[in-house]
């Protein structure tokens, strides 16, 4: 209780000016770094930090992040912009490490933490495209694997007499075949602002490249998605979808395919998550050379440049990326392990996503999503022409010339 009452009394310090000063004074005295956490609402978090500082022997201050993303983004921003360093450790999603991590407010860590040893087990892709800057520093330390995974409805392959989807001729089939009579072969959520996760699944699985809207493979993927609204193999309706009316409609049998993030709660919730009803499957591969794409997100820690505590906060950092700090985070927070020898170890066999996860690390191109420092506009605008694309207000052609044109433009 004593840590949750001093995190409060910071937490609203911060916003006073001065105050903020004379209270970050009196945590430095008391505690050997200070935290500012997304977690502090979970049940077991006391118990995670409690694993956490017998680990390491810190004593750690905890200030809880807003629950609300733009004003979590807002805060996290001004801290590391203002080079405050009453915080040390914080968590940021990929939206905010495309911000930050070419704008020196995060300390580099291959030397300390992400040292050669250790990174070979994070997946490769997604490193590279989010927590590594410009000059090739590694800025975070990934708290988990997340996977935008494939989910089938075996009952609709069982109907068709087919096994699993593992090309682009078996999609192209199992979506023609499984359309009709107000059922759809594929699904998706085509809300402007979580469209782009499709888009690029779809970008990637051609072999294309996010930022050249001048491929052939590029066009290839919009044309894909395009075609499939025109034959009726999925619904054009769903641009108005996000992941709340997707997933009741996957429930209800009216799709056979789809691309979700997370576990599939949402289909154990009602009975569903199950390897002869709703589950996760391997991602096709529709480059016909052995090759398959897939998404990873996390959320990491990274290390305030401005901090003054930064021997602790390496130890804190080494104990996140170790086999102790990952499994504790799987036990109390139900995070997949973000490194695959880990998960191998500590992920009991009994687990819904071990056999999938573990087969997308070691046998897709794991990547983080394509994002730029301005993400939320740039997501909101290729959702944009997307919809206008698949409602033909515009072109295949002209949706990857203004595509093309809003990467120039946000990059």
């Not at 911000?99 to 250790?118: C, H, P, Q, R, Y």
Request: with cysteine.
């Amino acid at each position: 209780m004593k840590k949750r009452a001093v995190s409060i009394v910071l937490a609203a310090a911060m916003m006073m000016g001065m105050a903020a000063n004379a209270a970050v004074v009196y945590a430095d005295e008391e505690y050997d770094l200070t935290l500012y956490s997304i977690n502090t609402t979970d049940p077991d978090f006391e118990d995670w930090l409690t694993n956490v500082e017998e680990a390491t022997g810190l004593n750690i201050n905890v200030i809880a992040a807003p629950t609300d993303s733009d004003t979590r983004q807002q805060k996290i921003t001004t801290i590391l912009s203002t080079g405050d360093s009453s915080v040390d450790i914080l968590e940021i999603n990929d939206e905010m490490s495309a911000a930050f991590k070419n704008s020196g407010w995060l300390e580099g860590l291959n030397d300390t933490v992400m040292t050669e040893d250790i990174r070979g087990e994070f997946p490769q892709g997604y490193m590279a495209d989010m927590i590594t800057d410009k000059d090739g520093n590694i800025v975070g330390v990934p708290g988990y694997s997340g996977y935008l995974a494939f989910w089938v409805n075996q009952e609709i392959l069982d109907e068709l007499g087919m096994e699993s989807i593992e090309t682009k001729e078996d999609f192209l089939k199992y979506v023609e075949a499984a359309s009709g009579d107000g059922r759809y072969g594929y699904g998706g959520s085509w809300e402007k602002t979580y469209v782009f996760n499709e888009i690029a699944q779809f970008v990637n699985m051609f072999g294309g490249d996010y930022f050249d809207w001048t491929r052939e493979e590029n066009k290839e993927a919009i044309q894909f998605l395009h075609d499939m609204v025109a034959n009726g193999q999925t619904p054009i309706d769903q641009i108005a979808d996000k992941y709340e009316q997707m997933n009741p409609k996957a429930n209800d049998g009216k799709y056979g395919c789809w691309f979700y993030w997370g576990l599939g709660q949402e289909y154990a919730n009602v009975d569903m998550r199950s390897e002869d009803k709703i589950h996760m499957a391997m991602v096709p591969d529709f480059s016909g050379k052995g090759e398959r794409a897939i998404f990873t997100d996390s959320w990491s820690y990274v290390l305030n440049s401005a901090s003054e505590h930064k021997e602790a906060a390496v130890k804190f950092l080494q104990y996140m990326a170790d086999e102790g700090g990952m499994e504790a985070s799987y036990k109390y927070f139900d995070r997949y392990p973000a490194r695959k020898d880990v998960a191998e170890k500590v992920v009991p066999d009994t687990d819904i996503a071990k056999e999938m996860y573990s087969r997308y690390a070691s046998e897709c191109n794991v990547k983080g999503r394509p994002m730029v420092a301005q993400t939320m506009e740039f997501i909101s605008d290729m959702g944009t022409i997307f919809q206008s694309c698949m409602k033909d207000e515009i072109t295949v052609d002209e949706f990857c010339e203004k595509a093309q044109a809003y990467v120039e433009s946000y990059q």
